[in-house]
């Protein structure tokens, strides 16, 4: 498992990224924001906000919004894959 993948199913790291991105704007960590829409593209979820985060031409508010959104998926589908494997 990469690094990436086991901090997409960390609430911790995904409360940092949020809070990163809270108090200090997108830009610090948009690479860690691509890459965990990428990887809940991956896993088959196609919500719009997947496709705001990743592109540069929407405005900055839109894509911290719909950030917000994003995280609600990825912290909703780590509960769902946990019971899966329960």
Same mark, same amino acid.
């Given at each position: 498992?990469?690094? +990436?993948?086991? !901090? *997409?199913n960390?609430?911790?790291?995904?409360? /940092?990224?949020?809070?990163?991105i809270?108090e !200090?704007?997108?830009? /610090? &960590?948009?690479?860690? $924001?691509?890459?965990?829409? +990428?990887?809940? !593209?991956?896993?088959? +979820?196609?919500?719009? $906000?997947?496709? %705001?985060? &990743?592109? *540069?031409?929407?405005?900055?508010?839109?894509?911290?919004?719909?950030?917000?959104?994003?995280? =609600? %998926?990825?912290?909703a =589908? *780590?509960?769902? !894959?946990?019971?899966?494997?329960?």
């Amino acid at each position: 498992m990469s690094t +990436n993948q086991s !901090h *997409r199913n960390d609430p911790s790291w995904l409360a /940092e990224l949020a809070t990163a991105i809270a108090e !200090h704007g997108l830009d /610090e &960590r948009e690479a860690d $924001v691509v890459v965990l829409a +990428n990887q809940l !593209h991956c896993e088959g +979820n196609r919500q719009l $906000v997947l496709d %705001i985060v &990743r592109d *540069r031409t929407q405005p900055t508010v839109a894509r911290e919004r719909a950030f917000g959104v994003m995280h =609600g %998926i990825a912290l909703a =589908g *780590r509960t769902s !894959h946990r019971s899966v494997a329960a």
